[in-house]
């Protein structure tokens, strides 16, 4: 099939959904607003949220919204599928993977506080109809090692089998990064069965993303975690844009100077470059970079994987803004002080 009859229909499917998007004015009136519950009645009556937000229990739960929100972005992975065939379709389903792997942080966590797992169903992301997860069969495990066990037949197992009998205080820190690694892994695999073009241009954006989360991990890991150059090496990701392994391995090794220094000499400086606190904004820089790289690859229109992808992620964003916006008004933070949080930027006119 060719290129620009595959992505024909999508590309005019995601061009409308991007339309639909909230503009500057919407952040700011979400900004100006004196209560959650003030923002959510925004949201339902003036945004493409009120179908996702209708029928709320309470309109002041930070957390159920959330949950609505996330949920409203699967369901847009979902509705994207029937638009693509074979690989490409896989490659969707392979992004689903992550919502899946943040079900099983939460009752991994839950087993760690020794929590009743019966309850965690209740606020995972994907129902059983789009997880290869047996919830309920999970929310019986007594233990640890019964919950792996539980995990049989599906990718995680082995991820995390090596850990079913361990008990130290950083074995949950060990297998979230081990699901990390797996799903990066698996979207690599899988992006690499498309045709060429969109192979090497989604390896790309995987690339980039890698790279920043890496430098984050190495920089917390150093200078919060106190943990060694082989910890951090064990724990980085693979098949970065920039920073191939031998430069990773550069990186943890170096002191916190040259750390710094590595990373200002590449397409990062961003991270470091600037004279706001580096600890409290790295996050929201690195979500920041890539919005914009999102938003370019949008403007373009290439007929290609490109377009789609930057949409699901831009509403992704989004998502985290309007969340980051709910909670920052708890906090009674200033419209200047939210906006320093928010992964968009909202100053000048709208885009």
Known sequence: MGSKRRFAAINTKVRVLKSRLLTRKDYIKLMEKDKVK?????????????????????????????IRL???????????????????????RTMLLRFEIEDLKLYLRALDRKEDLSK??????????????????LSRARN??????????????DALKPYAKEEHRKILFYMEMNLDRLYFKSLKTQSQKLDKEDSILFGDTLGKNVDLLNIQWIY???EFYNLSPEELINYTLP?????????????????????????????????????????LYMERRTERYLYYQFLNTFKK?????????????????????????????????????????LVRKIEGSDE
């Open 239 to 279: 098949d970065g844009y920039e920073f191939n392994y031998e430069k990773v391995k550069e990186l943890c090794y170096s002191s916190k100077n040259k750390f710094k220094e590595i990373v200002i000499k590449s397409r990062y400086s961003f991270l470091f470059d600037t004279e706001k606190d580096v600890d």
């Open 38 to 66: 003030d923002q959510v009645s925004y949201l339902l009556e003036n945004t493409l949220y009120k179908e996702v937000l209708e029928n709320l229990i309470d309109m002041e739960n930070i957390k159920e919204v959330e």
């Open 120 to 137: 965690i169903k209740k606020v995972t992301l994907l129902d059983e109809f789009y997880s290869y997860l047996n919830f309920d069969k």
């Open 70 to 92: 996330k949920q409203h972005l699967i369901n847009q992975y979902n509705k994207f599928t029937p638009y693509f065939t074979g690989e490409y379709r896989k490659l969707f």
């Open 220 to 222: 917390r890991g150093t």
């Open 301 to 341: 229109g290439k007929f290609n994987i490109t377009s789609s992808i930057a949409y699901i992620h831009l509403l992704e964003y989004e998502i985290r803004d309007i969340i980051s916006i709910l909670e920052a008004k708890n906090y009674g933070l200033s419209l200047n002080e939210i906006k320093e949080y």
């Open 144 to 157: 640890l090692e019964e919950f792996i066990e539980g995990l049989k037949e599906t990718i995680y197992y």
